[in-house]
């Protein structure tokens, strides 16, 4: 087992969201290796600093847990023998903690150790290059475990010193507690909801409801959909099914933010939010990619499931997209369909952030917007997320896909956009940060649960060349103003 004196870095003790470490200490040089990366990076840290695996079962260690964002697991033949490895990792499940298990070996997991880790997010290190391996590692943490990025080391807190008290100390300080947040509490609901409300409401005066302005595809699937935050009714989804194509021309210039229309690939477009762009009801879908495939001759790898025509269309990397939109284009401005002030691109992650029904105002990059406004689904505000909901991990909803589902199979937002919240994550236009060539994706997938991950407001990155079987795109239609 490693000595104290091997450990690479000080454990973080402090209030900001942090990563809890859990590994056999058989295994120390090369977790410690891999944690010592992502301290360097500037992620938040914490792991036992040398506890003996045969001690019992540590208050020290349970806090930390208890404290803990987000859950990391060294799986190996060691680790999955450790005792407490394995009342870590019940613990971090019972707790809904957002996981991710590391396998540093091909093993095989035990039986009642497999079942309970079915679902969990997994990265295989020993089968994938280091390049692979640091990619997928770096879109799977959450960004709120990483100090800022001023590239400074975030220095430890001192670990707390206990703090006698007496029962009658340990009264006092409950009840104050408790006054603390019945006074939040009616603070919140006397003063900061209705001012809310009264800030809905206006807006709603002031703006032409963007539902009543879905085309007519779109409107089979709303008749009896809820709007704004109620939940979506739990009948069974039906995929909505596209009619034939009505080419219509293009907004007039300046007028695109008023109008729906459908485009030559029978895809309809409406206002979301952001004068002058309208979006795609729903993502490109297989057969509306397929057409671009055939006609440039772009890759495009074999899925590892079955498709319809229908789904989205996966395994698209941001190059790949923006390389379907200028194809697109250029195609239809050739035909006298688009003017020449008048494109197809991906949204920006301000214009997604208004279609989803944000209002971000902060103005700082996706990384430092990702899970600021906490609470706020697609759906609603409830958790979990009702059957209905969309298109997410089968350990949440119950949604009857396992992959990915065709487009429409849910009900639509208020814009009239279907899968705002599930089925594929959706390239945006921006880069996540500072890091050369990682853009943003919105919307979450098909495999996913966590709660964070599913907010509005969560931002996720990835390599704007990968191609991945969760990644698809959403276009915009951008109108730009004439030159005198």
């Given at each position: 087992m490693p000595s104290v004196a091997n450990h690479p870095f000080d454990a973080y003790h402090g209030r900001e969201p942090y990563i809890f470490v859990s590994y056999s200490h058989k295994d120390g040089t090369e977790v410690f290796s891999e944690i010592s990366r992502l301290n360097q990076h500037g992620y938040r840290i914490w792991y036992d600093e040398g506890i003996d695996p045969g001690n019992e079962w540590?208050?020290?260690?349970?806090?930390?847990?208890e404290g803990a964002a987000y859950f990391m697991v060294f799986i190996s033949e060691d680790s999955v023998r450790s005792t407490n490895v394995r009342n870590?990792?019940?613990?971090?499940?019972?707790?809904?903690?957002?996981?991710?298990?590391?396998?540093?070996?091909?093993?095989?997991?035990?039986s009642g150790l497999e079942l309970r880790m079915a679902d969990i997010q997994a990265i295989y290190r020993w089968q994938i290059s280091d390049d692979q391996y640091y990619r997928k590692l770096e879109r799977a943490l959450l960004p709120t475990t990483k100090r800022g990025d001023t590239g400074e080391a975030e220095p430890a807190s001192p670990k707390p010193a206990p703090i006698p008290a007496s029962s009658g100390t340990r009264w006092w300080i409950g009840a104050g507690i408790a006054f603390l947040v019945l006074g939040m509490l009616g603070y919140y609901f006397g003063v900061v909801l209705p001012a809310e409300r009264k800030s809905a409401e206006?807006?709603?005066?002031?703006?032409?409801?963007?539902?009543?302005?879905?085309?007519?595809?779109?409107?089979?699937?709303?008749?009896?959909?809820?709007?704004?935050?109620?939940?979506?009714?739990?009948?069974?989804?039906?995929?909505?099914?596209?009619?034939?194509?009505?080419?219509?021309?293009?907004?007039?210039?300046?007028?695109?933010?008023?109008?729906?229309?459908?485009?030559?690939l029978g895809v309809s477009f409406v206002p979301a939010g952001t004068d002058g762009v309208l979006f795609s009801i729903w993502d490109v879908r297989v057969k509306d990619y397929a057409v671009f495939v055939k006609e440039t001759g772009q890759a495009w790898p074999k899925t590892d499931f079955t498709q319809t025509d229908n789904d989205p269309a996966i395994d698209v990397s941001w190059d790949d997209a923006n390389a379907f939109c200028a194809w697109l284009t250029k195609k239809e401005q050739a035909e006298g369909k688009l003017a020449s002030n008048q494109e197809y691109r991906l949204p920006t992650d301000a214009e997604w952030s208004k279609a989803v029904g944000l209002n971000e105002v902060s103005g700082g990059t996706p990384e430092q917007?990702?899970?600021?406004?906490?609470?706020?689904?697609?759906?609603?505000?409830?958790?979990?997320?009702?059957?209905?909901?969309?298109?997410?991990?089968e350990s949440l909803t119950h949604d009857g896909y396992s992959y990915t589902s065709p487009v429409g199979s849910f009900a639509a937002n208020p814009y009239g956009l279907y899968d705002m919240g599930g089925n594929v994550w959706q390239w945006c236009e921006d880069a996540y940060d500072n890091l050369?060539?990682?853009?943003?994706?919105?919307?979450?997938?098909?495999?996913?649960?966590?709660?964070?991950?599913?907010?509005?407001?969560?931002?996720?990155?990835?390599?704007?060349?990968?191609?991945?079987?969760?990644?698809?795109?959403?276009?915009?239609?951008?109108?730009?103003?004439?030159?005198?």
């Open positions: 540590t208050e020290e260690i349970a806090r930390a847990l870590e990792i019940n613990f971090a499940l019972n707790r809904g903690k957002p996981f991710l298990a590391i396998h540093l070996a091909d093993i095989k997991l035990p206006i807006a709603e005066q002031k703006t032409v409801s963007p539902a009543q302005q879905t085309t007519t595809q779109a409107k089979s699937d709303q008749e009896n959909a809820p709007s704004g935050n109620v939940a979506p009714t739990p009948a069974p989804p039906t995929p909505a099914t596209p009619p034939p194509p009505v080419v219509t021309p293009a907004p007039a210039s300046g007028t695109a933010a008023g109008q729906s229309w459908t485009n030559s917007e990702s899970g600021k406004v906490q609470g706020v689904y697609p759906w609603g505000t409830e958790w979990p997320p009702p059957k209905g909901a969309g298109n997410y991990s050369p060539g990682y853009r943003v994706l919105r919307g979450a997938a098909w495999d996913m649960a966590a709660f964070e991950r599913l907010l509005s407001s969560y931002r996720s990155n990835c390599d704007q060349g990968n191609r991945r079987g969760d990644n698809g795109f959403r276009l915009v239609m951008a109108t730009s103003p004439t030159q005198p």
